[in-house]
């Protein structure tokens, strides 16, 4: 039983929480600062090796398609596949998206855009992660809200491209670069409490199980929150690279 879900806790038993929530959350951590620099390294060496820069330019959308294709299969066998199967799903989406990503900075200019934009989202990354971590509050009450602006960000992206391409009168007018700025501005609000919201998922999560006698729950937990903060600074990062592409 978790001592948190008592009224008169064992004092032993909360320190050994403690200590579980302490070191799953380093887990976690670390293997979101590790895959973010297998991606850096992936994407410098796409951009140092041309035959590898022609091979994703030409197959880009294929590439893409693969790395949402990762993320679903992660998400439905999160407590189904075996730990190191979902540690080398996180290994291959991390790889993939080094590729795309080195592509996606190029066009945005590397000093220009890319490199304020890797500096913003790490600020914003650590900033809203303390939060996550010292907030009293369970923080989960707010993905509801959070996926809706996701989806309706998505859904805006959608008609502004529809529009420009099939010359809808008035959406047409609106400069697809101005869309891009409003989207990038929500983005960084948006990502930035879902890293306070994932990390803060994780600590509760683990406070949950942290005694339960199955170890791999923890480790899927730990995994899983792994690829969540990793998504979120991706996003931050994309989100920053539409800001600062856009005063170019």
Excluded at 77 to 91: E, G, H, Q, W
Excluded at 176 to 197: H, N
Aim: aromatic share 12%; net charge neutral; no cysteine.
């Amino acid at each position: 039983m978790n001592p948190y879900m008592t009224q008169t806790p064992n004092a032993n038993d909360v320190a050994l929480v403690e200590s579980i929530v302490s070191q799953r959350l380093k887990g976690s951590i670390l293997w979101m600062v590790d895959t973010p620099r297998l991606t850096l390294g992936i994407g410098v060496a796409t951009l140092m090796n041309p035959s590898w820069a022609r091979f994703a330019a030409s197959n880009f959308n294929i590439l893409l398609i693969a790395e949402v294709a990762v993320v679903f299969l992660f998400s439905m066998r999160t407590y189904k596949a075996n730990v190191m199967s979902l540690y080398a799903m996180f290994f291959i989406y991390s790889a993939l998206n080094g590729v795309t990503l080195s592509l996606v900075s190029l066009a945005y200019g590397i000093m220009e855009a890319t490199v304020p934009a890797l500096i913003g989202a790490l600020a914003f990354f650590v900033a809203f992660s303390i939060v996550g971590l010292t907030t009293k509050k369970n923080l989960a009450g707010l993905t509801p809200y959070l996926v809706a602006a996701i989806f309706g960000m998505i859904i805006v992206s959608l008609v502004f491209m529809a529009a420009s391409y099939f010359s809808i009168p008035y959406l047409s007018s609106i400069s697809y670069s101005t869309i891009s700025l409003i989207l990038g501005y929500v983005g960084v609000v948006v990502f930035s409490i879902f890293t306070a919201v994932d990390i803060n998922m994780i600590k509760n999560s683990v406070t949950q199980l942290a005694l339960s006698e199955d170890e791999t729950i923890l480790d899927r937990i730990e995994i899983a929150g792994a690829l969540s903060l990793y998504l979120d600074f991706i996003n931050l990062f994309l989100s920053l690279l539409r800001i600062f592409g856009n005063r170019r």
